[in-house]
């Protein structure tokens, strides 16, 4: 009989939630009680019981931890910031004069475009999680040391002078939030978004790093009711998105090639690659979580390409065809005429926001591909003392950025644009690179690309290629398009 109750006091012990330390409480303090008396002291009893709580606590926790929703948000972020982060300062300068000078004529080509970046972020990403490693480390364990320091030279290239275009975008913000191209306030603005960012990624974690950055790409959701207070012609949009109308004069095609070679360099831009497989590597995104990182690549371009074409419409039904744009003052002070000053307002906080985001990713993509590619100790987690080489680079390249933008009277568009184009010149070397490691099968094993995955990959390579030889040959030649 006692031995029965014992057992009974354990199993309904156990049943209300209780651990060993309260089944043997149980069994030996109240054996010799009645059996209605025994179970009333055990449910009176076990919601005190510590270790029951926590354990039910933690497998509550392991349950939602291993849902869905959870495993999303724990993989989003590498997709989505290195995504709007390609909507930089050199991007609003090339949207901005696309609106103002083109209309809504160039909507299609970004449409091209980014879905072109989809596909290249995506192998990139693929190729962060099926070898843990960057892309940098990739081309020197795959193609040698002379190759990689050809991608590396065309990475500083391209990222050193980007990165000084997101200072200068940084720059153009305070005017355009101060209304005054002269205001000193950019002596002070610019050297303190310095210091921050460099304060941010040397002492913090990436995790912290990571949830910053995607809260500044908050900053690009400006734009969208900039654009419905410009009032545009929402059927113009859709049939110029489809039917763009494009003028057959020389002049006129020599500048609108131009500006589509821009848009492409602004919108698939080295560092976003680099960027993004370093980051999926960095945060040791898994296999089986692949799935939810796809969805952080394809929504973060989607989203990206959206506010790049809201830009394109603010200034398209605001500054066109009668007001080109110079300066970032300029288009803001246009904004402020026909869109009324809460436009305006929007054009210069959204412009701050991925100046600041991008000014941050540019010189950390450096940093990463140099270090992967030279075998250096890297990683936004790790300190000055444990990757010496990695820190310097990112601290050397926002002093760098920040220094050049204090000098005054440079001419802020014009030099941003000549970036973007530098940067869609070094564009097809890397995407070599990229083709031949995704197709790798001792590399990627089954996730190699597929055919239309290369279709797409190599067509892009040829498209860039070919609207890049036509721009040098235009530029350096004078040869008219």
């Known amino acids: 009989m006692r031995s029965d109750l014992v057992k009974e006091t354990k199993e309904v012990a ?208 400006a734009y969208i009711p900039a654009a419905f207070y410009s009032h545009p012609d929402w059927g113009l949009v859709a049939r110029q998105l489809v039917l763009p109308q494009i003028r057959g004069d020389s002049a006129y095609l020599s500048g609108y090639l131009l500006t589509v070679v821009a848009l492409i360099g602004t919108t698939i831009s080295p560092y976003m690659q680099f960027f993004v497989q370093s980051s999926v590597a960095d945060k040791g995104i898994q296999p089986d979580e692949y799935i939810y990182e796809q969805l952080d690549v394809y929504s973060g371009t989607a989203f990206a390409v959206l506010i790049a074409g809201f830009v394109i419409i603010t200034t398209g039904a605001t500054l066109f065809p009668s007001h080109p744009v110079n300066t970032a003052i300029d288009a803001a002070m246009a904004l402020q005429k026909f869109a009324g000053p809460f436009s305006s307002l929007l054009f210069g906080v959204g412009l701050f926001g991925a100046s600041l985001l991008a000014a941050a990713i540019l010189p950390l993509s450096t940093a990463y591909g140099i270090c992967e590619a030279f075998g250096f100790e890297r990683g936004v987690s790790r300190s000055f003392s444990d990757a010496p080489a990695f820190q310097s680079i990112f601290t050397g390249l926002i002093i760098l950025g920040v220094l050049i933008t204090l000098i005054p009277g440079l001419p802020i568009i014009r030099v941003l644009i000549i970036l973007q184009d530098l940067n869609a010149a070094m564009l097809p070397i890397l995407l070599v690179f990229i083709i031949l490691l995704v197709n790798k099968r001792r590399l990627m094993g089954k996730r190699v690309n597929s055919l239309a995955f290369n279709i797409i990959a190599w067509a892009t390579v040829v498209l860039v290629t070919v609207l890049i030889l036509l721009f040098l040959l235009n530029v350096i030649f004078g040869i008219p398009i």
Do not use: H
């Open 14 to 221: 156990k049943k209300e939630g209780a651990g060993k330390n309260g089944c043997r409480r149980f069994s030996s303090r109240y054996m010799l009680m009645d059996k209605d008396t025994v179970q009333q002291r055990a449910r009176k009893v076990v919601p005190k019981d510590r270790t029951g709580r926590r354990r039910r606590l933690r497998s509550r926790f392991r349950a939602w931890r291993s849902s869905s929703i959870f495993r999303l948000f724990t993989v989003l972020g590498p997709g989505l910031i290195a995504a709007n982060a390609g909507n930089d300062a050199g991007g609003i300068a090339t949207f901005s004069t696309s609106g103002a000078t083109y209309g809504y004529n160039l909507l299609w080509a970004l449409v091209i475009a980014g879905f072109c970046l989809a596909i290249v972020q995506e192998m990139c990403a693929r190729m962060g999680v099926v070898t843990n490693k960057g892309l940098a480390d990739l081309i020197r364990e795959q193609f040698g040391v002379r190759w990689s320091v050809l991608a590396m030279l065309v990475l500083l290239i391209a990222n050193t002078g980007v990165t000084i275009s997101e200072f200068l975008g940084i720059k153009a913000s305070v005017q355009v939030l101060s209304g005054d191209i002269n205001t000193p306030l950019v002596y002070i603005v610019v050297p303190l978004s310095g210091i921050a960012l460099w304060w941010l990624v040397t002492k913090g974690s990436y995790r912290r790093v990571e949830k910053i950055f995607l809260l500044m790409s908050l900053g690009f959701l």
